[in-house]
């Protein structure tokens, strides 16, 4: 039986609309493709899906939706938790549970990253330019959707790690309403850290940015029984907006959708010019290969430990409880057979956690020459 499958969340293209439907989803939305030369009108249930993307062959061992599931899983609280991200400002910090921002903000930015047909084509120039052909790449693959859906399973729960470690900062912008894509995020060159990194539309008046680094605080104690997340909030001005949205539309691969017909219009001429390149996250900084293995179970440990409060002295040891984890939503977890059990780059200090994303001299491949990022050799463009 055919099913579509959204690679992008409904609800979340639901809230570039400008219409009040009881389920974003069902909103219409304001759509420019490539293939076509002008603005339509579509349900956001429309957009962004393909049929069956997600299946994968089991040969009847297993449930071969598996995948598809699994993202529903954070979706179903994804537009309450958006929608109270943009509402609990406070000064320069963000008010947001501990729990809303790790199983539901965290593997929607994550999802971003591995869940379009995009990262089919990512991870085959990877597989390509790691055997020098397509044919040495593919000779013992029968299904090549089907690998590549194997490996967003591996790649979803490596990316976890860096996403959290991440800067995360809400940018409000007031005076110009924001467009989103296909992909749900632009890359952008951040002058502030001389760094670029994801920023992601999450609504016309406001965006994620996601800056990758490799030490960060990530969790604060409020008061003695709640953890909050670590985001930062600023304004940005209309100038700033409207780079967004061009960054947006340069990197879009499929469309660009917007609250207006006009909005949308004004970013056509960016949609239609030459594409970017498509980049991998180890290109603008996040841990990719053997440093993302060393801290793949990093989202485990940190949310296990949210059943306890601030002070209890079982925090120190950020113990995996599996229970715990199965009593909320939960990534399917892929344990490695043939590797031991990694140190946590996890540390609790005075009501403050941190991550640290830290080699292990003879398993991860060799830092850069400033000790901070790793790079992929494709240059960044």
């Known amino acids: 039986m055919s099913k579509r499958h959204h690679y992008i969340p409904a609800c979340y293209l639901g809230r570039f609309s400008d219409e009040k439907q009881e389920k974003a989803r069902l909103q219409r939305i ?99 330019s790691n055997f020098g052909n397509e044919e040495s790449a593919y000779r013992h693959i029968q299904d090549k959707d089907d690998n590549a859906n194997v490996a967003r399973v591996m790649e979803f729960q490596r990316l976890l790690s860096g996403i959290i470690a991440a800067d995360w900062r809400l940018l409000v912008s007031p005076e110009r309403n924001l467009i989103t894509s296909d992909l749900g995020y632009a890359i952008a060159y951040i002058p502030a850290v001389s760094r670029y990194g994801y920023v992601v539309p999450i609504s016309p008046r406001a965006a994620l940015e996601i800056i990758p680094r490799r030490r960060r605080e990530v969790l604060l104690a409020k008061g003695i029984s709640r ?70 179970l990093e989202w485990y440990r940190l949310t296990s430990i949210l059943q306890y409060s601030p002070g209890d002295s079982r925090i120190r040891d950020f113990e995996l409880d599996w229970a715990y984890l199965a009593s909320d939503w939960c990534p399917n977890p892929a344990i490695a057979a043939n590797l031991h059990d990694f140190p946590t780059g996890l540390e609790y200090r005075q009501g403050v956690i941190s991550l640290t994303i830290f080699d292990i001299d003879g398993f991860s491949i060799n830092r850069s020459p400033e000790g901070e990022r790793i790079w992929f050799k494709t240059p960044l463009k």
């Open 227 to 296: 953890w909050i997340a670590s985001i930062e909030h600023r304004a940005i001005s209309d100038q700033q907006a409207h780079a967004l949205n061009t960054a947006v539309a340069k990197r879009a691969t499929d469309f660009i959708a917007g609250r207006t017909r006009e909005e949308v219009e004004q970013y056509m001429p960016a949609l239609n010019s030459p594409r970017a390149e498509l980049l991998d996250p180890g290109q603008l900084g996040f841990p990719y290969g053997r440093l993302a293995v060393i801290h793949e």
């Open 30 to 128: 304001h759509v420019a493709r490539f293939t076509t030369k002008k603005v339509y009108r579509q349900k956001a249930d429309q957009v962004g899906a393909i049929n069956n993307f997600y299946r994968v062959q089991t040969n009847g061992n297993g449930n071969p939706l598996f995948l598809e599931e699994n993202w529903q899983g954070y979706e179903a609280k994804l537009a309450s938790t958006l929608d109270q991200l943009e509402e609990v400002k406070h000064g320069n910090s963000i008010d947001l549970g501990a729990e809303q921002w790790l199983r539901v903000l965290v593997p929607f930015v994550t999802g971003l990253l591995v869940r379009g047909p995009d990262f089919n084509r990512r991870f085959d120039r990877r597989l390509v």
